[in-house]
């Protein structure tokens, strides 16, 4: 059999890893410090140490982002102190700040996070963590299994898809969050 032939079926074999093989080792989150829009400089551990937080990788141009932030605004309104929601803006070609305030989210955004993003393997929007105390990575949405809106015999937008998985993943987090606090953080 020809090299290129058996390549192409140990990627096929290899990428058919069932997600919970990968789940269950341990990830933690790679410490990093980024500025907010008022150049405030913010350090993922020390943020640990005091909330559970929320790592949101996101743009303004991305559908997937713009359908969860209402929801991350939900869990942070929910949750109060105990959480804080990290918005690390990436790949962006707009005003960032603008978007947030115009929205009137009131996450900790920060910018310029292009080069964290590619740190934590994050090369599309949206990337999405749930990370403890001790950066202990709990949720990591590229991880959880893949759901497919209905379809009805047709090919649904981005947005449609965005507007169908950002409760599954808010919930996802919510769940996780939960587990870290019942866990005494």
């Known amino acids: 059999m020809p090299l290129s032939r058996r390549l192409l079926i140990a990627f096929i074999l290899s990428s058919m890893v069932p997600a919970t093989t990968i789940a269950t080792e341990v990830q933690f989150a790679a410490d990093w410090t980024l500025s907010t829009p008022n150049g405030q400089a913010i350090n993922l551990a020390d943020e640990a140490e005091k909330q559970t937080i929320v790592l949101f990788f996101w743009a303004t141009w991305c559908p997937y982002c713009k359908a969860l ?4 605004q939900s869990i942070r309104i929910e949750y109060g102190d105990s959480v804080k929601i990290l918005a690390i803006n990436i790949f962006e070609d707009a005003d960032p700040v603008a978007f947030i305030n115009d929205a009137g989210y009131d996450f900790t955004l920060l910018l310029e996070g292009d080069a964290v993003a590619e740190n934590y393997g994050i090369f599309g929007t949206p990337g999405l963590f749930v990370i403890d105390a001790n950066r202990r990575i709990d949720v990591d949405i590229r991880t959880l299994p893949s759901l497919n ?3 009805n015999g047709k090919k649904k937008s981005h947005a449609k898809r965005a ?17 870290i606090e019942s866990a005494g953080r």
């Open 69 to 72: 932030m209402p929801q991350l």
């Open 163 to 179: 507007d169908y998985l950002a409760p599954y993943w808010a919930a996802e987090v919510r769940k996780s969050i939960d587990r």
């Open 149 to 151: 809106p209905p379809n």
